[in-house]
């Protein structure tokens, strides 16, 4: 067993909220991380004064996009995707280690399954 927690459907659906709400923080700390003009800030300031604010404002998002992966790390959510929202959730079927598949555009429901080792190809109808 790769994981020490296992989802039931029922589990992995009701925390797909909560799975989405730290995909987006995620993203959203990215596209700070990504900011063209703090970045540039950054570059300029850091020499003289440590950074400032654009060294917070980065410092932050790096915060916040590591905080919202290891919130899903502790509860073994496992992120495949961030752009697309790919998440497994463990489960075990047929006594096997498996994963609940879920990506985020298939927002009322997880509705596949695969193999640990078969991927997003693998994908099979529940």
Do not use: K
């Amino acid at each position: 067993m790769r994981h020490e927690r296992h989802y039931t459907l029922e589990q992995a659906t009701a925390a797909m909220e909560w799975v989405a709400e730290r995909l987006e923080r995620m993203r959203d700390a990215r596209e700070r991380l990504n900011d063209d003009e703090v970045r540039e800030a950054l570059a300029e300031a850091g020499p003289t004064n440590g950074g400032g604010e654009p060294g917070r404002a980065v410092s932050e998002a790096f915060l916040d996009l590591r905080g919202a992966a290891t919130e899903l790390g502790a509860v073994d959510v496992v992120l495949r995707d961030l752009d697309r929202g790919l998440v497994d959730f463990p489960a075990i079927r047929e006594d096997e280690e498996v994963y609940l598949c879920w990506v985020e555009s298939e927002e009322d429901a997880i509705t596949h399954w695969h193999d640990v080792d078969a991927g997003f190809a693998g994908r099979q109808p529940l």
